[in-house]
């Protein structure tokens, strides 16, 4: 059986979801509760759990949910927004295709809405959104949206340091959206504090990759307590209680073993042979002894604690427990692997013959004693850290396990959220930078390559401009390859694909990515060669219309040439253009580490704002479509945030005055405290695109009878039937 | 290859849970079970599998909830909410699940949105926790240690609350007294920091009286009636114990991971079994009385000893290990090498002793933490129940010791603390609402609705029919038997309030608790004189524990806010 995509069918989908997860997006959203065949309950607004728990049968649905989980994956955040931007990037398709006769836009635009209709539509729709995508969207970002960036660092020099007040708005939005609307303060002071004190030097980077990695090891939960009752704990607790607790005062060192220390009769595939009754007691004896002196060697070693991997045998405790040793057993491997990073101690490995060498793997602690958390007990340790992580734990209450899940996961994505932030992220838009330094070498190389290109770019668009005019001579083969590289130098794996079939769209999209090479490579900073680019823009546009072709005034030299370019003589002019460019050096331009937002919407209208302003000086006409189309499915999300609200804080209001602030270039200012990751809001809408374009391109679901099977199993089928 | 395919019915989806009919009906139905069963005349549930087994009769919330099967999600989460709350604090299980039913029923009825109910909802829970832990607090009072009296009407309270323990007064009285000498047992004398309470263990003795019930100083270990024939006399020195975590068995244990090949003629029982005797041997030596194992002593090394005039006890349990190590002082011993004379403890006696138709050995401590209490109780679901009973008391006494206080019970402290939000709202709206886009009408509403939960609560300790009254003055609780005249001499007809502070010949005006009223002022901070009185006529005082009521109130909202904030309910079908 097989199923056709359509738009209609994907929005239909897209809509059901979006009415589920629009009731828990923001600061208004609300609980959803989540029962397992198992019989628990679990509580969520955590979108990807939500799309989880639903279990969706159809096939869009699974891609979406795909879609959204490989998202989550990356980030670990915003699989609410991802739904609602695409449900209305979805409204928007559906909409132009319904109202294609009207000719509300431009005679132009008609013309190629007809053409969407006629030819592979959706599939030439994807490929423009997956080129705004990757060549478009990153320079508007930097370019315009950067200019309104905040920073949770708070000063700018090399040092960065953590503003406090800027993690506490960032965490509160953060987790006003994951946890109840009665704990998200609680939760995120909790977060904040629990930060802090785990930090020691200014930059949180290694105590957060830390904290991330090993959250199930640093956080107990306490079920049965109310949620108020949550709090930070000095020092590490294990999950395991004590088997030998001795108390100890003053110098405690800790060792870590793997192994059982008690030796055994035999070992694996190993025989023992007993021939008389007196072997086999000395060899009893000589174990005891044998373990005996092992502790009593811990012991003089000042060693007062033990943890281990194993079980320990009760011959092991006894002698522990006489020798005054505390052992922790049974400690899961992640559990050691935490403590060894924190103090970087090895496991301290039973010597073979003597024990008169000196160990050295043995660490200080404070303390160590039995923490009793809700008549469970556990093992608290007090380490000395080596590295920037002073250990804390979080023991998290709740009334419910469901409700301790969600806290818990709510804590470890604002960790994840938080090391993304902390991180700069590079965009694939490149600027002239002033100083050389800052340049990356594999950035300057990718730039060679691009420059290495410019003849061929020139080459092409005299084709193709004599194309136009209707001389077909251009070798199509020729193209293909070019095509190829090229897409294979800007775009990720996936564009390969569907850049193919573009080249039955009579060589539109070859165009395009001509002006956006340049354009990308010019410095936005310097006023003359932007304007250049906007001269040349034109001139590309008057080519592409060619009813106008010589009719601009043209104030500068060079374009004097560009303007001759209808006649096929474009090529030296633009390798000189491009050729000052390179004489500059490049750094591609990147997202700072901890550039935030306020809340509210506000990345959304911005960049709805900057899209609709590109749209009016961009001529081409599928990138005005998708530009259009994008900057208004954005305002979906502060659409909905605000649909509470009323009087002076009701959407249109908000909406009509960022406007006016945006075209008197005031600063904005945001109603609603709180902050929110730029990047984490970035890879949101790439994300939808590249699950928009992976569903546009799509034009049959086929149901079969079995798992696909993987390409390296069909390849092995085929070798053996040859 | 298997290959792992994923869950594929799709879940159920339903938005807006709480405003369907069939989850309003499930809710009550839950909430009308456990009220019929709050209070000292609560009526009690018999709970019985079709299939056969064994039949329960119980009224606590703990017994209930486990065995009730509930499918609903939203009732699951209430229920275990407060199952939750049980394991951590044993008392205040209904009074919890049924505040947290009454609060989830009024709020629905105001018609506010959720976020806003959820707000006032939080900011009232705070404004109560602060009231209850404040000085001008009108219901609570402090413990005082030097006398027992408050802390003997603090587990007369919690046994008479359990109507399924079948106890008369008079047992009652005997019991609450055991419970609390046995509780004063477990607290050692010499207070270093921290103080670490010693333990009570139960002995179930079925069948007996409750009035046969007893509290020992150490540790009671059953036994046959033909090993006690076998003991041997009793010394009347100190004895020397030595306890044993490994098994005398004689048997071999961990060979390790390879094999173990054994050669023609050589006896691997007889190397242990010397062992054994060589063990046996230096106990003797070392002049020890007692030995006790964990698990089995072999025959041999059993009839070695008692020729040495040494008494041996086996299989006494893992349960009892750690009592004994701490009533003799006695390190487990874990090895079947030469003992260390440092793992040796000591106990002042030993006693056979027959209680019903079961015998002990009783072991004298000469100064220890732990007691052994032998309760009694005629059948076997009274004793369950009567067992259960103990446990909270006892937990609760340790939950008063950290935090001494107690809160007036009896429904006394419900209709006082409405009684002051009432006032609140309506004085100073301002203290109890943080500026939070909450108007001042909803505050009201909200606050109707949080005030009437907690009267509803105390009016369900009402089982038989009567009225419930409020005093005008403090605030409190009074109930008077069905049918009360019309026109009524109100001081001759009640007698003394809920909690037993004021007795009705005060000069106090009543009225129902149900009617509308105007708001009053309740009289904050309990008067020194009545607080003497208390003292004086302390029997009939009703306490409740501080601690563990604060966390069922704070978990009872907070449940509550979270089932009112649910949006939807994804079940998965699977």
């Known amino acids: 059986m097989a199923v056709a995509v359509s738009v209609k069918t994907a929005l239909q989908v897209a809509e059901v979801l979006e009415a589920i997860v629009s009731r828990c997006v923001g600061p208004e959203g609300r609980q959803v509760l989540c029962t397992k065949p198992t019989g628990e309950v679990l509580l969520s607004r955590d979108g990807g759990r939500l799309l989880q728990a639903l279990h969706l049968d159809h096939p869009i649905a699974r891609i979406i949910v795909a879609c959204v989980s490989s998202h989550l994956k990356k980030t670990g955040d915003g699989a609410k927004t991802f739904i609602i931007f695409l449900c209305h990037l979805l409204r928007g398709l559906h909409t132009i295709t319904e109202k294609e006769k009207d000719s509300l836009i431009s005679e132009n635009i008609q013309t190629f809405e007809r053409r969407w209709k006629n030819c592979c539509q959706w599939k030439f729709i994807s490929q423009a959104l997956l080129t705004f995508q990757t060549q478009i969207l990153d320079g508007i970002m930097d370019q315009y949206l950067s200019r309104h960036f905040l920073s949770v660092f708070s000063s700018s020099t090399k040092e960065r340091t953590l503003c406090r007040s800027s993690l506490v708005l960032l965490l509160e939005a953060y987790f006003c959206g994951r946890v109840g609307r009665n704990n998200h303060k609680f939760i995120s002071q909790l977060m904040c504090d629990y930060f802090f004190k785990c930090m020691t030097s200014e930059n949180g980077m290694e105590v957060l990759e830390l904290v991330d990695d090993c959250f199930v090891e640093l956080n107990v939960s306490v079920i049965g307590l109310p949620v108020s009752d949550s709090k930070i704990i000095d020092g590490l607790v294990l999950h395991r209680d004590f088997s030998v607790y001795c108390p100890a005062d003053g110098d405690i060192r800790v060792a870590v073993v793997r192994e059982i220390i008690q030796p055994v009769f035999s070992t694996s595939r190993s025989e023992f042979v007993l021939n008389s009754e007196a072997q086999f007691q000395t060899s009893q004896i000589w174990i005891m002894e044998r373990t005996k002196s092992i502790m009593k060697y811990l012991l003089s070693q000042n060693v007062k604690l033990l943890l281990s991997t194993v079980k320990q045998p009760d011959l092991v405790i006894y002698y522990a427990r006489l020798s005054g040793i505390s052992v922790v057993d049974c400690l899961s491997s992640e559990e050691v692997s935490l403590i060894q990073r924190i103090i970087s101690l090895s496991p301290f490995v039973l010597p073979q013959a003597s024990l008169q060498c000196e160990i050295s793997d043995t660490a200080l602690v404070k303390f160590c004693k039995p923490l009793i958390l809700r008549s469970k007990r556990y093992a608290h340790l007090g380490l000395i850290s080596t590295c920037t992580f002073v250990p804390h734990c979080i023991s998290l209450c709740g009334p419910v396990q469901g409700l301790v899940e969600q806290h818990e996961n709510a804590l470890h994505g604002a960790f994840k959220m938080l090391r993304q932030l902390f991180k700069d992220f590079d965009l694939n838009y490149v600027k002239k930078a002033n100083d050389q330094n800052d340049a990356l070498r594999p950035c300057i190389y990718k730039n060679n390559r691009k420059s290495n290109q410019v003849p061929k770019i020139g080459n092409h668009s005299i084709h193709r401009s004599y194309q136009d005019t209707g001389i077909k001579n251009s070798d199509k083969l020729e193209k293909t390859q070019y095509l190829k590289a090229h897409s294979n130098l800007v775009v990720s794996d996936v564009e390969l694909e569907t850049y193919i079939p573009c080249l039955t769209l009579k060589m539109m999209p070859p165009d395009r990515v001509q002006t956006d090479e340049i354009w990308r490579c010019l410095p936005p900073e310097n006023k003359r060669i932007t304007d250049d680019y906007e001269l040349l823009i034109e001139s590309n546009s008057t080519r592409n219309s060619l009813t106008e072709n010589p009719g601009i005034e043209i104030s500068y030299e060079n374009f004097q040439v560009t303007n001759i370019a209808g006649k096929g003589s474009m090529l030296p002019v633009k390798y000189k253009s491009l050729d000052t460019c390179i004489s500059q050096s490049f750094c591609s331009s990147s997202i700072p580490a901890g550039c935030v937002l306020p809340v509210g919407g506000t990345f959304e209208i911005l960049l709805h704002y900057y899209l609709l302003s590109y749209a009016e000086r961009c001529q081409q006409l599928e990138e005005i479509v998708v530009s259009k189309l994008i900057a208004s499915a954005l305002l979906g999300i502060p659409k909905i945030l605000y649909k509470p609200k009323k009087g002076s804080h009701s959407f249109p209001q908000i909406y009509l005055r960022a406007l006016h602030t945006l075209q008197t270039s005031q600063p904005m200012i945001s109603c609603q405290a709180g902050l929110e990751s730029v990047t984490g809001k970035y890879h949101v809408l790439t994300s939808v695109l590249q699950c928009l374009t992976k569903i546009l391109t799509i034009d049959l679901i086929m149901n079969i009878k079995r798992q696909p099977l993987k390409n390296c199993d069909q390849d092995s089928e085929d070798e053996l039937q040859h | ?574």
């Open chain 2, 1 to 574: 290859m298997m290959s792992c395919l994923e869950a594929h019915k799709p879940s159920l989806c339903h938005s807006e849970p709480l405003t369907t009919e069939k989850v309003r009906a499930k809710l009550t139905v839950l909430k009308g079970v456990l009220t019929s069963c709050y209070g000292p005349f609560g009526r009690l549930k018999q709970l019985h599998n079709g299939m056969g087994g064994s039949v329960c009769t119980t009224s606590q919330s703990t017994v209930l909830l486990r065995n009730l099967s509930v499918t609903h999600p939203i009732l699951k989460i209430l229920t275990t909410a407060v199952q939750n709350h049980v394991s951590c604090f044993s008392d205040c299980g209904l009074f919890t699940a049924i505040l947290c039913c009454n609060l989830i029923e009024n709020v629905q009825k105001t018609e506010l949105t959720a976020a806003t109910t959820i707000k006032l909802n939080k900011h009232l829970l705070n404004f109560c926790i602060s009231y209850l832990r404040s000085e001008i607090c009108g219901c609570r009072i402090p413990v005082d240690f030097t006398s027992t009296q408050i802390l003997l009407c603090l587990v007369r309270s919690i046994l008479t609350s359990k109507p399924a323990c079948m106890l008369t007064r008079k047992e009652v009285d005997h019991i609450s007294a055991l419970i609390l000498r046995a509780f004063l047992h477990t607290i050692p004398e010499n207070t270093g920091e921290p103080i670490i309470l010693g333990k009570c263990i139960i002995v179930p003795l079925k069948g007996q009286r409750v009035t046969d019930s007893t509290v020992l100083p150490g540790v009671l270990i059953e036994m046959s009636v033909q090993l006690m024939r076998m003991l041997p006399a009793r010394k009347s020195s100190a004895l020397k114990v030595a306890l044993f975590a490994t098994s005398l068995s004689g048997d071999f244990s961990d060979p390790g991971e390879g094999s173990v090949v054994v050669s023609y003629g050589v006896s691997l029982e007889n190397a242990v079994l010397d062992q054994l005797i060589n063990i046996g041997r230096q106990l003797v030596s070392d002049r020890v009385d007692l030995v006790l194992c964990q698990k089995v002593i072999h025959p041999s090394l059993k009839q070695f000893l008692s020729n040495h005039h040494i008494l041996a006890i086996d299989r006494v349990g893992v349960t009892l290990m750690e009592p004994l190590s701490k009533v003799t002082g006695a390190q487990p011993i874990g090895s079947l090498g030469p003992v260390s004379p440092s793992s040796y403890g000591n106990a002042k006696n030993w006693c056979s002793a027959k209680f019903g138709c079961k015998h002990f050995f009783h072991l004298i401590p000469n100064e220890a933490t732990v007691c052994s209490l032998l309760l009694c109780n005629r059948n076997d679901t009274a004793w369950d129940e009567l067992k259960l009973t103990c446990q909270t008391a006892l937990h609760v006494l340790q939950l008063t010791i950290k935090d001494p206080w107690v809160l007036l019970g009896g429904g006394c402290t419900e209709t006082h603390l409405a009684a002051y939000i009432r006032h609140m709202t309506h004085k100073e709206p301002g203290s109890i609402l943080q500026d939070d886009g909450c108007t001042q009408a909803e505050l009201q509403l909200i606050a109707e609705a949080f005030c009437s939960a907690l009267e509803s609560l105390a009016g369900s300790l009402e089982h038989d029919g009567g009225e419930i009254l409020t005093d005008m003055k403090h605030g409190h609780f009074w109930s008077v038997q069905a049918g009360p005249p019309s026109a009524v001499n109100w001081p001759d007809l009640l007698s003394r309030c809920g909690c037993g502070v004021y007795s009705s010949q005060e000069e106090l005006t009543w009225s129902f608790l149900r009617s509308t009223h105007h708001p009053f002022v309740p009289h904050t901070r309990l008067p020194q004189e009545a607080l003497e009185i208390t003292q004086q006529s302390a029997h009939s005082l009703t306490v409740d524990c501080l601690t563990a009521k604060l966390s069922g109130l704070k978990v009872a909202v907070e449940t509550a806010n979270l089932i009112l904030d649910l949006a939807y309910v994804i079940e998965d079908k699977n």
